[in-house]
């Protein structure tokens, strides 16, 4: 269905990696969709989301890959509906190895994979809140709120194009003094940028990543010609 280019960047701009979104169709309702990221310092993200989408999106299963020294440890996380996962994380420096499994329950709106779909998928200026799985490493179910900050037309006048820039604040209830205790600090917000008109467009993602990451820019790129 769709294959995007994707470049992943710093605080200060820097180009840390290069990546690809991919977007399939699996049978009549589902969807699976792919985000790969392979860095400079030979690190790699690899993040897939299969989901259906009978009047609403459902996320079905979730799998995470984050390797190299790009990442705090080594991780690698799967999760599927109604709830089971399994969250294996490597050491860099003693190379010990931890694994966390059980069964979690999930809400119907639990989207991790997809936090810049749904971001595509509101209507321009509305308010939402879904619900995200955090690993510390166990998991824990927190709300993600989603609110417009900034809309402005954009170029060609001609098109029906507004740019529309999202606030997605991690709400973490009494969560947060554990995670602020973890991080040193309170975990930032996150932003995304949408253009809407007839099909809407992804532009811009900032923030973390991952729960306790640094905060990294996602911007859409045109391929390279050899």
């Known amino acids: 269905m769709t294959h995007g280019f994707l470049v992943l960047r710093g605080a200060d701009s820097a180009l840390l990696a290069e990546g690809d979104l991919l977007q399939e169709a699996k049978g009549r ?25 009978r009047e609403v999106f459902t996320m079905q299963t979730y799998h995470l890959i984050q390797r190299g020294p790009a990442f705090k440890v080594d991780t690698e996380i799967r999760i599927e509906r109604p709830g089971k996962y399994r969250v294996t994380t490597k050491d ?8 966390h499994d059980g069964t979690l329950e999930l ?5 991790n ?13 509305e ?7 955090a690993f510390t490493p166990e998991p824990r179910l927190i709300e993600l709120e989603y609110t417009p900050v900034e ?15 999202y606030r997605v604040k991690p709400k973490f209830g009494i969560f947060l003094k554990i995670m602020t205790a973890i991080l040193g600090r309170t975990p930032p917000d996150l932003h995304a940028w949408i253009i809407h008109e007839t099909v809407p467009a992804f532009v811009r993602f900032e923030g973390p990543l991952y729960l306790d990451g640094p905060i990294w820019r996602l911007e859409t790129a ?4 050899p």
Do not use: C
Request: hydrophobic share 40%.
């Open 113 to 125: 994979g997809m936090v810049m779909l749904i971001a595509k998928n509101l209507e321009k200026g």
């Open 127 to 133: 308010n939402a809140t879904v619900h995200f799985v």
């Open 107 to 111: 809400p119907n709106d639990v989207y």
């Open 222 to 225: 045109a391929p390279r010609w």
């Open 151 to 165: 809309r402005r037309k954009v170029a060609p006048e001609e098109l029906p194009g507004v740019m529309v820039q």
């Open 92 to 99: 860099h420096k003693g190379g010990r190895e931890k694994v």
């Open 29 to 53: 309702d589902t969807v699976e969709t792919r985000i790969l990221f392979k860095f400079k310092d030979g690190s790699l993200l690899d993040e897939t989301v299969r989901y259906t989408q």
